[in-house]
């Protein structure tokens, strides 16, 4: 083999390694063990700047805002990414793009299998069909931390229509004293709502002197309409971030949606996270959901106090 052979064969690979390291990620190899998560997973990342992405695009959806049609890459792409941690543990965090019939299946699949739910919000006005985003987050190994994730990656794009129905007419009229009693708490009768409030008075909370109690949103509360065989429950749910996990297991358990997770305030301390929610069923059966969501907010909440 002469000189000039010698190099056309050089640059050949050259240009091959060029290739595959373009997809992989600006010459960086997607660690073996990152490489079993993308086979586990079954699906396509890159390796940059110590993180393996994993891209879980909305293809599947035709997506409009505003009667404009939208392209994937303009705002639904979903990813997970890995990272190590200073222990050698992996670190999992993700934004998932869910329609919302998948919301709450995605978010049992992610809680039963030990992750957690840190938001869940909508990004855009006006999108046809109606997307939300989830943020995922998790510690472990990149292994385990790719199969908990799985059933829930799983879902996405599978998930069955939601049946909706009216409330049934006629029925036993909503018995607010029953619903307090099995709560815990009084509420209030408007029309035909009732209301029950729930303040966060053991956080202590003040900003600049003055008391952030329930008259000033720092509460949880639950709404219901319809009747004692048939109602509607909507509400808040006020968490310490320690509760957020608890509180979101206890509704899923009891087949209540969660529509929203994000924060109403800045700066405050401790940070307090809300929760949104909606559920239907014996008036009943609902009002127990809501009293496990209560049982869960509180437990050590002793020296949270703080104030700006």
């Not at 393996?52 to 939208?70: F, H, Q, S």
């Not at 992996?90 to 030990?114: F, K, R, T, Y």
């Not at 840190?118 to 990004?123: D, F, P």
């Not at 065989?229 to 899923?252: F, S």
Request: proline fraction near 4%; glycine fraction near 12%.
């Amino acid at each position: 083999m002469d000189v000039w052979d010698r190099v056309k064969r050089l640059m050949l690979v050259a240009m091959a390694c060029s290739a595959v390291c373009g997809v992989r990620g600006v010459g960086q190899e997607v660690p073996s063990e990152y490489q079993e998560v993308l086979k586990s997973l079954d699906r396509k990342g890159d390796f940059k700047a110590g993180v393996l992405k994993v891209n879980i695009p909305r293809n599947d959806l035709k997506m409009t805002i505003a009667g404009v049609a939208t392209p994937t890459p303009f705002g639904f792409g979903g990813w997970i990414s890995f990272t190590k941690t200073s222990d050698g543990n992996d670190m999992i965090m993700g934004d998932l793009v869910l329609l919302q019939d998948e919301v709450n299946p995605v978010m049992s699949a992610l809680l039963d299998n030990g992750l957690e739910v840190t938001a869940l919000h909508n990004h855009f006005f006006w999108d046809e069909p109606h997307v939300y985003y989830m943020h995922v987050h998790g510690m472990g190994k990149a292994a385990d931390l790719a199969r908990r994730a799985k059933p829930a990656l799983n879902l996405i794009g599978h998930a069955k229509p939601a049946s909706a129905t009216p409330l049934t007419a006629g029925g036993t009229p909503l018995d607010g004293a029953k619903l307090a009693k099995i709560v815990g708490h009084e509420g209030e009768q408007t029309g035909a709502v009732y209301k029950i409030t729930v303040g966060r008075d053991d956080l202590g909370m003040k900003e600049h002197g003055a008391a952030i109690n329930a008259r000033m949103g720092l509460n949880t509360w639950a709404a219901f309409v319809g009747t004692q065989e048939d109602a509607a429950i909507a509400g808040d749910v006020a968490m310490l971030e320690n509760e957020v996990t608890p509180v979101l297991k206890a509704l899923r358990k009891n087949d209540i949606d969660v529509v929203a997770i994000h924060n109403h305030m800045i700066e405050d301390r401790p940070v307090v996270i809300f929760l949104h929610y909606w559920g239907r069923g014996p008036a009943d059966k609902l009002a127990g959901a809501f009293r496990t969501v209560l049982d869960e907010l509180g437990k050590g909440a002793g020296g949270h106090a703080a104030a700006h």
